[in-house]
């Protein structure tokens, strides 16, 4: 069954200073990677989604995928204090019909 | 304005009683989920749809039934509520393949079982 963890627990950066956040999964035929925020207990909303080794880029948001070492980062660029949410990593396994979510990083932006 | 909506948004319920969560979508997706999300667990997944007149179980289905009666609307029925179930659920959209589609969430039901 796969296993999706989230590194940091929290974490903290000063406004405008680059923010990494991390996640493993346990499944090596995963395939489908997807950065979700989520703003004090509301919706989710879907950052960025990366389906093959490297990096893709939306905006701010920039994830990088290494199948290899299972894992996936998003990094932040100049970061908000608007960007002060729960961050949720999904990852999906081909021939699987759902997604697992790990348990989040809290990140406080402060300005 | 907002594609998947849920209500109610607050509901408290007695110990034994039925409860029934809505949720419709404007986005006409195939799939809809049904999360619940606690502390310490993160989202799990209850119930989803492929379309009007499916219902699947998810990985936590034990205590609740599913109805999906159109393409935009799904709704999670609590025939006896417990407290255990007291969380946050959360319904969502997706279409392509189920599970590799980006999924679009609403707002959140925050249910208190007394």
């Known amino acids: 069954q796969q296993k999706v963890q989230q590194s940091p627990e929290s974490l903290t950066v000063s406004e405008g200073a680059m923010a990494s956040l991390n996640c493993t999964f346990s499944d090596g035929t995963s395939n489908n990677f997807r950065w979700y925020r989520q703003h004090s207990a509301k919706g989710l909303e879907v950052l960025v989604s990366i389906f093959s080794d490297g990096e893709k880029e939306e905006g701010r948001f920039t994830a990088h995928l290494n199948r290899a070492n299972l894992h996936v980062s998003l990094h932040i660029r100049e970061p908000q204090p608007s960007d002060s949410a729960v961050y949720l990593c999904?990852?999906?396994?081909?021939?699987?019909?759902?997604?697992?979510f790990g348990k989040g990083t809290v990140l406080l932006v402060s300005p | 304005e907002a594609a998947v909506t849920q209500s109610p948004r607050n509901k408290v319920a007695v110990t034994g009683g039925k409860v029934t969560l809505s949720c419709n979508q404007t986005n006409n997706h195939n799939n809809m989920y049904w999360y619940r999300q606690d502390t310490g667990h993160g989202l799990r997944l209850i119930h989803y749809s492929y379309g009007a007149g499916s219902t699947e179980k998810g990985d936590i289905p034990d205590g609740y039934k599913a109805s999906r009666p159109s393409q935009e609307n799904f709704s999670l029925i609590l025939e006896l509520a417990t407290p255990s179930q007291t969380s946050v659920y959360f319904c969502?959209?997706?279409?392509?393949?189920?599970?590799?589609?980006?999924?679009?969430f609403g707002p959140g039901t925050r249910l208190l079982v007394l």
């Open positions: 999904a990852v999906t396994s081909s021939g699987y019909n759902k997604l697992t």
């Open positions: 969502a959209s997706g279409d392509g393949g189920v599970g590799q589609d980006t999924q679009y």
